[in-house]
């Protein structure tokens, strides 16, 4: 055979491999599109996946809004419904951007979870002096029911109180030297969950934390005061839910024997578990995109394996949905090199990262659940 025969045959040959190749990657995107969405292979398993949104978000950005009607069947407010978010002046509620999401959640057939009535962050900055005043029990009361009766049964369940453990201010049962401990003392724990279930005697009643995940110390001194206030409200009938937020960091130590031990304790207390905030800081990843979004997903998956891997975790709510919406950009958590965060499912333009495929796979993995 000719010299030039040779040669055209082996072009023919690599244009016909470059064509597959492209069908190839062309298949990939079409059945990419095709894939069943995460919504689905939750709801295939008897759980739910969901996100946090904000209602700028939602109300500004029509192809996030379909994105999240796409893969999401809950939603919940990452900020409208917080005490500094809806009384920045005393006296003056003001709930139409947290309407927003509920109007928006209803019109699009999604559950809305009300997050949080108690935390001691994002409070109005008239609040820790009026507290302290003689009418402070009544103030801490009125925002409760204020905030619970507004949206009423609308809400599929509430973090009531939010983040009341920090074991590194040495308070008994490792309880958070808030301004609500340092005003009322511990009870004003279960007085808040008291009035909610008062006000809202149906909704499930969630306590939400963070810090729980890890192997190292502190990580292991928040779960045991966790579980600690957690079988002291449930033995008083206050709560029915523990909310796991799930903000996880590449390269910080998981074991998965430990995690699921706790899971386990937790579940021993007949609670419902959801994983309420995920996200990964990939600060400790390398700037690759290539290498960092194969690391995320990694460690997002030896996490997930196990918490869907325990039948009491009841659903996954990831903290934005797409990259581009992410609260990690912001100090402290930003990375050094200034590069954006890259822990959440969809990126900037919306497109399935490696974690989507991660998080779908550890859904199709998890044990189905009769809800
Ligand atoms: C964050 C929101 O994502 C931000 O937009 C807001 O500025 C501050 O709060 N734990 C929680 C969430 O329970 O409410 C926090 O959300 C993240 C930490």
New binding site residues.
Partial sequence: MSSRTTRRRLIAAMAASSMLSLMDNVRAVSTDNDLPSLRSRAERRGLFFGC?V?AHAIQADPQFRAAVIADCSEIVP??EM?WGWIESRQGHEVFSDADVLVDFSTQSKLKIRG??AI?H??LPNWVPMVLKDQNGAATFERHIRNVLGHFGDRIASW?VV??AIWPQDRLPEGLRNSIFQQVFGPKYIERAYEIARAVLPKTPLFY?E?GVEYNDRFHAEKRAATLQLLTRLKRRGLIDGFGI?S?LHVGWGFDAKLFQQFLSDAADLELKILL??FDVNDANAPADFSVRDAAIADHARRYLDVALGEKAVKGLIV??LSDRYT?LN?PPYARPDGLPNRGQPLDQNLQRKVLWHAIASSLDAAPVRNQ
Wanted: proline share 0%; net charge negative; no cysteine.
């Fill in positions: 946090g904000s990452t900020a917080k997050h949080t935390w962050q994002n973090d939010n983040e939400n963070f937020q903000h309420t905030e903290w934005g609260w912001a």
